[in-house]
């Protein structure tokens, strides 16, 4: 018997299980793969090794803090600049609050410099609300009630009135009109609106995509975008998990979590053991969680169909590709391939190629963000190679008739040929390759639907109806059943706020039972 | 010359409500109107001869019945027919109908699918429960969010009153609806691929926004939320086409001794010295009053017709950017007899309400992508009536009238708008229609093909959208037209906003022009003369 079985050694889960150990907690953590990491970790091409999570923002000086990782020697790594890639050639560097490039109006430029800004004050004010969980929206405790009469009074006063307007105006926005509003630059709307949907299942026109913005700057906030901060976390974390007293246990796939008289009693492995536990914290996605590993049977009929509900179709495929060479991309330097390369030459052109994935297809032009790992990381592949990593949007986890090796080489195809268009003769160079798409990554890392973010991070997915109601505070309905991945509040991204304000939640009900 | 204490430009149904009740509270009141026939988009003409054509707005359900009752324009000549059904043409012959009897809706929803059947009596109690709670802020002005005046901070209080009553779940349940697709929010309810697909094409009406866009359930309430007869949710036809709303109301305003002038085009709001002084004519001439309201959308009013010094550069820019996307066409259509529609059971009573020719979420999410691309439809959404089958007056005896709303039909599409692009576009509605009704091609006496560019034109609704501007999150309740504006007043003292770019935004509604008229007698400390939101039950 012991305190808490933690489901899963991805970010969130190992940042859980730190936390629950250090407040005195025995934790077994308990990971279906044979390296821990969940969806950050690293993949294995051939000779070559990919991060998973090849760009990330490093995590919160809170989370770094309270986990020690700097005893583990934590190192975000060197910072990534963003180039959004033109078809001629024609690119815009984006480093901080600068955004550069020939094409480029002073006008523009100014109003990145204020846009950026602007949405950092946003960001500011909204931060706090994602270190803690979502408040209930009635039968509050005093505590929630307090926290949301802060957040009104942040934004009304430390916004100010002007300000607090234009925040309301646009937290329900799509990014169109409010890159409309701001730039002429298509291509750097372009750029923009692509991280703002990035990994979403969203085109720039819908509702709801400058909330998933505001969520992407407010991790921004900690720190610029690093290719290392991911690698290096899940490098660090359970070694702080160690140092806590985690017992961590790998390749150990959990088959069911025992629930009896509607309370959680532990988990039964795929080989048929059981660890006894008086609270079973799951990162694992809110459908696996609840609807595989406890069954709908055990659960209130309404909730579950809710929680089947949850949009979590995964809508972005990751290709890899060794080369034996560093490409040329038209216009752009050998040094600049140290940095992200965005291709979203408009926003139109972004949601033309978020059309298709509406009907079980993927574009002829996909969006693209492109990652050489090896520049920062050399050991991770063949002195001389170069290993490129791109997330390629939009990608539909169900595809019309199905994914099979066939549609995933047409896939891999039209990627290759886009790359061409930008990097002249790049597949000539290519020695290996793999497409994974939504489906590969569902089944590869046991993640619903192949989706990052562990469900869409809509406006109707967000906050107090993260994953679902019922289990928006982490608690579910089952007694002593936690959720902590990404699925929760406040989402995807490697930040670990969901398994930290688990951790804190479940620590809290505990001391007052 | 005749002073006035208050001018309203443009005789839509909001100026002609808003009027009316300036007048009824005494104020010496004056409707300015551009076009020599009155009603904005409620308007109804004669085109054809022989036929009367609503051009823009073609049903009636969202008409408060405070104002309806509190002006008497039953008196006044205002009849709603109410509409019993509405349906939708599946491709494999067969059809979905949806009839106000609840006992013939529950047997045609279990033809489809016992399930839905049964998930129907969930779906409407829950949009039953939305209606009503945001029915309450109809009649009611936004508080502002950053204002701590006790008026807005009462406002709030009124809200969270409102909120309390409902428990934990639907407080989420709201939010949820709030946010959602109309596609993914029916889906919550609905598996059958036709239910799904009649009950969401409400819901992209008007809209630049497609069946997956979030944001668009709420929509549904926009067109669910009418009242016929205490019905919520029904629709009516006014007898003698929409015009006769605009005829009723500007009898109501005459009654009460407002003027309305007709021809009368204001090309200006005169200001002076930070107050209002009137208006200037096309024609040079100037009328003096107070009080300045314009029915106009805020896009026109602020960059058109004041002059740039009048408007602070903040709210000009705002105005610019206010979204309004045309999106929708319509056609109208004289025929020579009833067309046949050999999906239905002879003596079918659809063919009297709203039909529709789109039976996949799919179609409809195509006809959107298309219209993203500055394309009309190819396969639109329509919404078809032939309201001659109730009101006579509509048609010569045994002929018929046809009013086709088709969604989506662009602004320009690529090379702009001819008359043979417009033959196409009317062509796409037609052929589609004509392959539900093998004679209807026969039966076409005359066409008349209105695109985005006609509705602007003639009604002054800019890009012809039916709301006055987009009805998405940032632009409703205290963002509708823009933060800061959402309380009726314009940027200097004496000027005022009250059309369907106001809150609570478009539809035949009658509520933006009644709030602008309270908020006026307000700041002039007049005793109020518009009506209290009826209560529930």
Request: overall charge neutral; some cysteine.
């Amino acid at each position: 018997m012991t305190d808490a079985v933690v489901i899963g050694a991805g970010h969130n889960g190992l940042v859980c299980a730190t936390l629950l150990a250090q407040a005195g907690m025995q934790v077994v953590c308990v990971e279906q793969a044979d390296q821990p990491g969940g969806l950050a970790r690293r993949r294995v091409l051939g000779d070559c090794q990919v991060p998973m999570a090849h760009a990330a923002f490093p995590p919160g000086p809170e989370l770094v803090r309270e986990l020690r990782l700097d005893a583990v020697g934590f190192q975000p790594g060197p910072t990534l600049d963003t180039i959004a890639l033109g078809r001629e050639g024609q690119h815009l560097t984006f480093s901080g609050d600068e955004v550069s490039g020939a094409a480029l109006k002073d006008s523009d430029r100014e109003a990145y410099r204020q846009f950026r800004q602007a949405y950092a004050r946003f960001g500011a004010a909204l931060r706090p609300l994602l270190l803690s969980p979502p408040p209930r929206l009635k039968n509050l405790p005093g505590a929630d009630l307090k926290a949301l009469v802060r957040l009104a009074w942040r934004l009304r006063f430390g916004l100010g009135r002007e300000q607090l307007g234009e925040f309301l105006r646009v937290v329900g926005a799509n990014m169109r009109d409010v890159l409309e509003d701001h730039f002429e630059n298509p291509q750097l709307r372009g750029a923009l609106a692509a991280d703002a949907v990035r990994g979403h299942s969203a085109g720039p026109y819908a509702p709801g995509t400058v909330w998933t913005w505001l969520l992407r700057v407010i991790d921004s906030l900690d720190g610029p975008l690093s290719a290392l901060a991911a690698d290096e976390l899940i490098r660090c974390l359970p070694k702080a998990a160690e140092n806590a007293g985690v017992d961590l246990r790998l390749a150990s796939p959990v088959a069911n979590i025992a629930v009896a008289d509607n309370q959680a009693r532990g988990i039964t492995l795929a080989d048929g053991s059981t660890i006894e536990a008086d609270h079973v914290v799951s990162s694992a996605d809110p459908i696996t969680t609840l609807s595989r590993l406890v069954g709908a049977p055990q659960l209130d009929a309404m909730f579950a169909h809710r929680v089947a509900q949850i949009r979590s179709a995964g809508a972005v495929a990751r290709v890899h590709l060794v080369l034996s060479e560093a490409p040329t991309f038209t216009g752009l330097s050998d040094a600049n391939l140290d940095h992200r390369l965005v291709f979203a030459p408009s926003v139109r052109a972004l949601e033309r190629a978020y059309n298709p994935i509406k009907y079980g297809a993927f574009s002829d032009e996909p969006a693209l963000e492109i990652v050489f790992p090896t520049r920062h990381q050399p050991e991770l592949a063949p002195a001389g190679q170069t290993v490129l990593s791109a997330n390629v949007m939009y990608v539909p986890y169900r595809l019309k008739g199905g994914w099979t090796d066939a549609r995933r080489g047409e896939l891999l195809d039209r990627v290759l040929k886009l790359l061409d268009s930008l990097a002249p003769g790049l597949s000539q160079s290519v020695l290996s390759s793999e497409c994974l798409t939504p489906a590969d990554i569902e089944s590869i890392y046991g993640v619903t639907g192949g989706h990052w973010h562990q469900g869409e991070v809509s406006l109707h997915q967000s906050l107090m109806l993260r994953p679902v109601y019922g289990a928006a505070q982490y608690a579910t309905p089952v007694a002593g059943l936690y959720l902590c991945g990404a699925g929760c509040h406040p989402g995807g991204g490697v930040t670990g706020w969901p398994g930290r304000n688990a951790a804190r939640q479940l620590l809290k009900r505990r001391g007052a039972a | 010359m005749a002073t006035y204490d208050a001018i309203v430009i443009g005789a839509g149904h909001n100026g002609l409500t808003n009027a009316a009740f300036l007048a009824r509270a005494g104020l010496r009141t004056l409707v300015l109107e551009k076009n020599p026939y009155i009603g904005g988009a409620t308007v109804s003409r004669e085109l054809h001869p022989g036929w009367k054509y609503s051009n823009c707005s073609y049903v009636c359900s969202l008409f408060r019945p405070e104002i309806y009752q509190a002006l008497d324009l039953g008196n006044h000549g205002l009849k709603i027919v109410p509409l019993v059904s509405s349906m939708t043409f599946k491709q494999d012959g067969d059809f979905f109908g949806s009839y106000q009897n609840p006992h013939v809706r529950r047997r045609e929803l279990m033809r489809h699918s016992p399930r839905d059947a049964d998930a129907a009596v969930r779906f409407d109690a829950d949009l039953m429960r939305w209606c009503r709670l945001i029915r309450a802020l109809l009649l009611r002005t936004p508080p502002d969010p950053g204002s701590l005046r006790p008026r807005d901070l009462g406002e709030w209080l009124f809200l969270l009153r409102r909120f309390h009553d409902l428990s934990e779940s639907q407080l989420y349940e709201f939010c949820r609806f709030f946010t959602l697709s109309i596609a993914e929010y029916l889906e919550n309810y609905f598996e059958n691929e036709t239910i799904l697909a009649h009950y969401s094409g409400g819901s992209i009406i008007g809209t630049g926004l497609g069946v997956y866009s979030p944001g668009t359930a709420y929509v549904l309430l926009h067109h669910a939320m009418g009242e016929v007869d205490g019905n919520i949710g029904a629709w009516g036809f006014a007898r003698g086409g929409m015009g006769a709303v605009a005829d009723a109301l500007a009898s109501a305003c005459k009654s009460q001794g407002g003027e309305i002038r007709t021809d009368a085009e204001v090309v200006g709001i005169r200001v002076n010295g930070r107050r209002t002084r009137g208006v200037e004519l096309a024609s040079g001439e100037t009328i003096d009053a107070p009080v300045v309201v314009s029915n106009l959308d805020p896009r026109r009013t602020f960059t058109k017709i004041m002059s740039p010094e009048d408007v602070p550069p903040a709210l000009a820019e705002r105005a610019e950017r206010f979204r309004i996307r045309g999106s929708s066409g319509k056609l109208n259509i004289a025929l020579d007899g009833m067309p046949s529609f050999p999906a239905l059971p002879s003596g079918s009573p659809l063919t009297l309400g709203h039909m529709h020719f789109t039976d996949t979420l799919e179609r409809l999410e195509r006809a959107y992508d298309d219209w993203k691309d500055d394309r009309w439809s190819a396969d639109p959404y329509t919404d078809t009536l032939i309201p001659s089958q109730y009101d006579p007056s509509l048609a010569p005896p045994g002929k018929h009238m046809m009013s086709v709303f088709v969604q989506y039909c662009p602004v320009t599409p690529e090379g702009g708008w001819d008359a043979a692009k417009r033959t196409a576009f009317g062509d796409t509605v037609i052929n589609q229609i004509a392959q539900y009704s093998p004679d209807f091609k026969d039966r076409l006496l005359h066409v008349e093909v209105r695109t985005p560019n006609e509705i602007e034109h003639e009604v002054g609704l800019t890009e012809g959208n039916i709301f006055q501007g987009e009805l998405t999150f940032d632009q409703l309740l205290f963002n509708r037209p823009f933060p800061g504006y959402a309380r009726y007043r314009g940027p200097v003292r004496g000027m005022y906003l009250c059309s369907s770019a106001t809150h609570p935004g478009g539809g035949v509604m009658g509520a933006p022009g009644c709030n602008a008229a309270r908020e006026i007698l307000r700041d002039l400390r007049r005793p109020d003369s518009t009506p209290e939101a009826f209560g529930d039950d």
